[in-house]
């Protein structure tokens, strides 16, 4: 009766620590492994555009200095002025990258030269200096005489 007691004392304490054996259990998990997360695209950078600074082609020459931007109904667009005098749009899906004080973007000379004119002024490329704010009233004089 005792080995029929110690046998079933330790066939239930097998049974109650099996699952704690699973989950310790060194064999390959049968679920997949959490998918990894994409690898993170490189950071875009912050592009300052200043009026009048230089815009250069993708071949490296000066198309001309930046005036604005507007929107199109084929999207945005760096206004440019090349050194004809004449004001042209690049169009921003072909890329733009901060280049120094200037920017380059992904259209050629000959691209630039070919674009249309811009008739009418564009948009300043940055935010309007704030309004000064108005000087406060005088104060108003009391209405009741100082206690002496």
Do not use: H, Y
């Not at 002024?121 to 009391?142: G, I, L, M, V």
């Amino acid at each position: 009766m005792r080995k029929t007691a110690l046998l079933t004392g330790v066939a239930g304490l097998l049974l109650m620590t099996a699952p704690a054996f699973a989950q310790d259990s060194t064999a390959t998990p049968q679920t997949a492994p959490p998918a990894s997360p994409p690898a993170a695209a490189e950071p875009q950078q912050a592009l300052e555009l200043q009026p009048g600074s230089d815009v250069k082609g993708s071949d490296g020459t000066v198309l001309g200095k930046l005036e604005g931007a507007r929107n199109t109904p084929a999207g945005q667009e760096l206004t440019v002025r090349g050194p004809d005098g004449v004001l042209r749009g690049v169009p921003v899906s072909g890329g733009v990258r901060q280049d120094g004080p200037g920017v380059a973007v992904g259209w050629s000379a000959s691209q630039f030269s070919a674009a249309p004119a811009i008739t009418g002024s564009a948009q300043p490329a940055t935010p309007a200096e704030p309004a000064t704010p108005a000087e406060p009233p005088a104060p108003a004089e009391p209405t009741t005489p100082p206690n002496n």
